[in-house]
């Protein structure tokens, strides 16, 4: 998979010089080209032009060279050089990762996305556990906070909830069933069918892009704004052995690299609000929740989850420690 020809000298590439050495890379996506996927689009493309061309990452859509829930088993096989991940998918597998998958953590907006996960990918623990499957994280996968959207009656109360069927993953999904949903994980390519044969009646997803992406609203009958019920933990991850086989220049294009996805999403998830915002007001009932539903849902599907959680992961690792690094960091991404 990997191509690398060793050339005696570096050469000098917008005014910094890049070993010329030729690195081809194989990253495995899901779905296919969407808002989300501009992050990584933007950094492989500014990596190639600031190595001449000598460094290239080619993105592999739609699950073809691994299915998402395999991804972080083939990054750490060697099988594949770099991949997203999404640590609710195998919370099994990166439970402390998961803590970025709880609901109603206190961030609101991008921006402020961006400031907590970016920290998270270079805190130690979460570091460790992924050292544990031979990878190492790259940048984060910044998703906005979640809706839903969903088939039949709309739960325009909270008690409606009760016993409806929805696709809401990670501590999310625990904070449905407060509510008395029944949540179920479901990898995003399948979703749509999930839906359409009537699997779940809802689904959540980042708010606005990916329900227009997978084109949930073309099947759906309403869907909620003013939830924001959590965001999700997806980052980009790397094999160690690859990573480290790579020159120190190359080594900092990634790091440079990173800066350029963030950039990208902050376009890419504004753009989408203007466009699929307008046509999901116009084809479906909009459901939105009192300020007191609001407070009365936190109240019971934010500490409450946030605690089990801890309890749950206590034992494998200092939870408490890891929360509250990610609690810290909200606060000073508001400052």
Same mark, same amino acid.
């Given at each position: 998979?990997?191509?690398?020809?060793?050339?005696?000298?570096?050469?000098?590439?917008?005014?910094?010089?890049?070993?010329?050495?030729?690195?081809?890379?194989?990253?495995?996506?899901? !779905?296919?080209?969407?808002?989300?996927?501009?992050?990584?689009?933007?950094?492989?493309?500014?990596?190639?032009?600031?190595?001449? !061309?000598?460094?290239?990452?080619?993105?592999?859509?739609?699950?073809?060279?691994?299915?998402?829930?395999?991804?972080?088993?083939?990054?750490?096989?060697?099988?594949?050089?770099? $991949?997203?991940?999404?640590?609710?998918?195998?919370?099994?597998?990166?439970?402390?990762?998961?803590?970025?998958?709880?609901?109603?953590?206190?961030?609101?907006?991008?921006?402020?996305?961006?400031?907590?996960?970016?920290?998270?990918?270079?805190?130690?623990?979460?570091?460790?556990?992924?050292?544990?499957?031979? $990878?190492?994280?790259?940048?984060? !996968?910044?998703?906005?906070?979640?809706?839903?959207?969903?088939?039949?009656?709309?739960?325009?109360?909270?008690?409606?909830?009760?016993?409806?069927?929805?696709?809401?993953? !990670?501590?999310?999904?625990?904070?449905?069933?407060?509510?008395?949903?029944?949540?179920?994980?479901?990898?995003?390519?399948?979703?749509?069918?999930?839906?359409?044969?009537?699997?779940?009646?809802?689904?959540?997803?980042?708010?606005?892009?990916?329900?227009?992406?997978?084109?949930?609203?073309?099947?759906?009958?309403?869907?909620?704004?003013?939830?924001?019920?959590?965001?999700?933990?997806?980052?980009?991850?790397?094999?160690?052995?690859?990573?480290?086989?790579?020159?120190?220049?190359?080594?900092?294009?990634?790091?440079?690299?990173?800066?350029? $996805?963030?950039? $990208?999403?902050?376009?890419?998830?504004?753009?989408?609000?203007?466009?699929?915002?307008?046509?999901?007001?116009?084809?479906?009932?909009?459901?939105?929740?009192?300020?007191?539903?609001?407070?009365?849902?936190?109240?019971?599907?934010?500490?409450?989850?946030?605690?089990?959680?801890?309890?749950?992961?206590?034992?494998?690792?200092?939870?408490?420690?890891?929360?509250?690094?990610?609690?810290?960091?909200?606060?000073?991404?508001?400052?």
């Amino acid at each position: 998979m990997r191509s690398v020809l060793i050339a005696a000298a570096a050469v000098l590439v917008a005014g910094q010089a890049v070993a010329a050495e030729k690195v081809q890379w194989n990253y495995s996506m899901w !779905g296919n080209p969407r808002a989300f996927t501009k992050g990584v689009e933007a950094a492989v493309d500014y990596i190639k032009e600031k190595s001449g !061309g000598n460094f290239e990452i080619t993105i592999h859509y739609g699950g073809t060279i691994s299915p998402p829930k395999e991804n972080l088993d083939n990054v750490s096989l060697g099988a594949l050089e770099a $991949a997203h991940l999404c640590t609710f998918y195998h919370p099994g597998k990166n439970p402390v990762g998961t803590v970025l998958d709880l609901p109603f953590l206190p961030v609101e907006n991008i921006d402020q996305l961006i400031k907590v996960q970016d920290a998270f990918e270079s805190y130690e623990p979460w570091m460790k556990e992924m050292a544990g499957w031979h $990878a190492r994280p790259w940048f984060a !996968g910044v998703l906005p906070t979640y809706e839903f959207m969903g088939v039949g009656n709309p739960p325009k109360k909270l008690e409606d909830w009760k016993g409806m069927r929805v696709r809401a993953g !990670g501590g999310m999904g625990d904070a449905m069933r407060k509510l008395g949903a029944v949540p179920t994980t479901v990898p995003a390519p399948d979703v749509y069918q999930t839906v359409e044969r009537g699997v779940v009646q809802a689904a959540s997803w980042p708010y606005s892009y990916a329900f227009g992406a997978y084109r949930l609203h073309e099947i759906s009958k309403w869907y909620t704004e003013g939830m924001a019920i959590g965001s999700a933990h997806c980052p980009s991850v790397i094999n160690i052995d690859t990573y480290n086989a790579l020159p120190d220049e190359y080594k900092q294009l990634l790091e440079e690299a990173k800066a350029v $996805a963030y950039d $990208a999403y902050r376009v890419v998830y504004k753009e989408a609000d203007d466009k699929w915002r307008p046509i999901f007001a116009s084809r479906m009932e909009r459901v939105t929740y009192s300020p007191e539903q609001m407070a009365h849902f936190r109240e019971i599907g934010a500490k409450p989850v946030w605690g089990d959680w801890v309890n749950e992961h206590k034992k494998e690792f200092d939870s408490q420690a890891v929360l509250d690094f990610v609690l810290d960091q909200a606060k000073q991404a508001k400052m």
